[in-house]
């Protein structure tokens, strides 16, 4: 089992940047994905970005062009850079780690970090 620890949310105003971090421990060989999810109050859980191992990423189309995902597999820790935030962008941000894009077997969660964009 993997266990991911996340930081840097918090609250910012409209326009602003956050950068989150996840941290993993335990490695585990079968990691090959590595994301990023968010839920809103009273929403469905929604892909914000994901990075697999080969490099290639893939964005929630609300994101697309404002935020970049990264990852320091020295460190086994991904990134989401977050910039021009919006207030639509308030959410609990959720790290996932799994063995394939196409399903969610197996997968681990962070405990979640709050994000909050101000007007």
């Known amino acids: 089992q993997v266990q991911l620890v996340e930081s840097g949310g918090g609250l910012v105003q409209a326009g602003g940047s956050l950068r989150l971090s996840c941290a993993a421990s335990?490695?585990?060989?079968?990691?090959?994905?590595m994301g990023w999810y968010r839920q809103a109050p009273g929403k469905q859980r929604e892909l914000v970005a994901t990075?697999?191992?080969?490099?290639?990423?893939h964005y929630g189309d609300s994101v697309k062009g404002r935020f970049t995902i990264s990852r320091d597999n020295a460190k086994n820790t991904v990134y989401l850079q977050m910039n021009n935030l919006k207030p639509e962008d308030t959410a609990v941000y959720y790290c996932?780690?799994?063995?394939?894009?196409?399903?969610?077997?197996?997968?681990?969660w962070g405990q979640g970090t709050q994000v909050t964009v101000s007007t």
């Open positions: 990075l697999t191992s080969d490099g290639t990423q």
């Open positions: 996932n780690a799994r063995p394939t894009v196409a399903t969610m077997d197996f997968a681990s």
């Open positions: 335990g490695r585990d060989w079968r990691i090959n994905v």
